[in-house]
């Protein structure tokens, strides 16, 4: 299974806003030169967040992009469905339905995953960040 660039660069952006001054909001142009990524494309994931309520935007000269939450309930999981959406990653292609065994060992797999990813925090990586 492989998550869009577009994940890596929202991922990216939220420990960047992590690692940030909470009280002062981070302008994409910033952002963009921090990742290395167009500012058009960043902007189109930025609004995903916001959608998602991950994080505010603010307009203007002074504005930018800031948490919404407080960064401990900020989960991987959370970023991913943002911008992945919530469709499960296997569908059985033989019409079997809730039946198919196969699709039922993936199901769980992918349960199994999805905690894992709702477990971990981007705030658990803020710290590592900061010290280098």
């Given amino acids: 299974m492989k998550y869009s660039q577009a994940t890596d660069y929202a991922l990216h952006a939220m420990l960047y806003l992590v690692t940030a001054a909470p009280d ?6 910033l952002l963009a030169e921090k990742l290395g990524v167009s500012q058009t494309y960043l902007s189109k994931m930025m609004t995903k967040l916001v959608k998602a309520g991950l994080i505010q935007s603010s307009p203007g000269a002074n504005g930018g992009y800031r948490l919404k939450r407080t960064q401990e309930d900020v989960s991987f999981l959370d970023v991913i469905r943002a911008i992945e959406g919530t469709a499960s990653l296997f569908e059985c292609s033989l019409n079997h339905g809730s039946e198919c065994l196969i699709q039922q060992v993936v199901i769980d797999a992918e349960r199994q995953m999805e905690q894992f990813l709702e477990d971990k925090k981007i705030a658990d990586l803020a710290v590592l960040f900061k010290t280098e």
């Fill in 24 to 29: 002062k909001p981070v302008g994409i142009q």
